[in-house]
């Protein structure tokens, strides 16, 4: 089973997407904001999706360890946003309103590349 670290502030969204994943045979830890690098280790996520505002500092320290840099990192965020979004931190983009079968398409193909 693989394990998917999902961290979003808004509680539906939260509930929502981490809903979709279970029903495709994830194994979910939700986070609400930002955990550090070393949180993340013992997590041992295959996966990671950050909803939008807490991507630019997570990403740039998880990629920046040994332990975390292969961890694939999804991004969600609204359209208008996804051009400032730092692609050397992020393995995927997905622009906001967006199907939740093809964020875990995304995420699936992401995952077991690892």
Do not use: W
């Amino acid at each position: 089973m693989k394990r998917l670290l999902l961290i979003e502030e808004d509680t539906d969204i939260r509930e929502m997407v981490a809903f979709a994943f279970e029903n495709n045979g994830y194994e979910i830890v939700k986070a609400a904001k930002d955990i550090s690098a070393d949180e993340t280790v013992k997590i041992n996520p295959h996966v990671i999706i950050i909803g939008q505002g807490t991507e630019t500092k997570l990403c740039s320290e998880l990629k920046s360890k040994d332990l975390t840099v292969a961890i694939p990192i999804i991004v969600y965020s609204p359209s208008i946003e996804v051009a400032r979004i730092n692609n050397k931190c992020v393995d995927a983009i997905v622009a906001k309103p967006f199907e939740l079968e093809d964020l875990v398409h995304i995420a699936s193909r992401l995952a077991y590349k690892n």
